[in-house]
């Protein structure tokens, strides 16, 4: 997913306001491994649950990779897990659910099968990987002008080392199980598989469970 050397080229910082629209369409384009932003029940939900906490309430460190005046990736990370937890649960998801209420929400055939899905997604994710090594967490995403310049090991060194400045024992990245791309990425930065968890989305027309690896590294 990334090789060879950092580009300079691409400039990398903190994120500003004015990237608000276009860290939430990378979101979008890159959602479930990329390209399938269109098959949301809810684009707009999704991006709100997914970026919100960063974008509007500063939940935790987020860069942006930008190349030629446009934001090409970013990298949002979460260094206090409780914060983040009551931001999601009091400040961005009523607000953003009942929004997709609103557009009709309750009325996507994708919505009722994931809530169906709902008792099987929960009995699946018993014991799963326990974190409290891992209490730091990242979602990193680039569009391909971008990839394989290093730009992605570029992001998580930064988050790393910030991290440690906060003296977390260790960080954690989920990613999709069939993202062979995104898994080679993580390993080549020495993050190791902690354990599998399912994916919460609605499943495919085949029925089967999808799942996402949780890989984490010590600092």
């Not at 369409?25 to 960063?54: N, Q, V």
């Not at 460190?61 to 005046?69: H, M, T």
């Not at 970013?74 to 260094?79: H, P, Q």
């Not at 988050?159 to 954690?172: I, K, M, N, Q, W």
Request: hydrophobic share 40%; charged share 25%; proline share 9%.
């Amino acid at each position: 997913m990334q090789a060879g050397r950092y580009n300079p080229a691409v400039e990398i910082r903190p994120y500003e306001p004015r990237d608000r629209s276009a860290v939430r369409e990378i979101c979008l384009a890159t959602a479930y491994g990329g390209g399938e932003g269109a098959g949301l029940p809810d684009p707009a939900l999704f991006t709100d649950l997914m970026m919100r906490a960063w974008t509007d309430f500063d939940a935790g460190p987020l860069w942006v990779a930008e190349q030629e005046g446009q934001v090409q990736g970013y990298l949002a990370g979460c260094l206090d897990s409780r914060r983040f937890a009551r931001l999601q649960t009091w400040r961005v998801a009523p607000p953003a659910v009942a929004r997709a209420v609103a557009r009709g929400l309750l009325l996507r055939s994708a919505v009722w099968r994931l809530l169906l899905g709902l008792p099987g997604f929960l009995a699946a994710s018993r014991g799963g990987p326990r974190l409290d090594d891992f209490p730091g967490e990242l979602h990193i995403n680039l569009l391909p002008p971008v990839r394989g310049h290093a730009v992605g090991s570029e992001l998580v060194e930064r988050f790393l080392s910030e991290a440690s400045r906060h003296d977390l024992p260790g960080v954690h990245a989920i990613v999709y199980e069939e993202n062979e791309g995104a898994r080679h990425f993580f390993e080549r930065l020495e993050f190791r598989p902690l354990g599998r968890q399912p994916a919460f989305r609605p499943p495919p027309a085949d029925g089967r469970r999808e799942w996402k690896i949780v890989y984490g590294r010590e600092l």
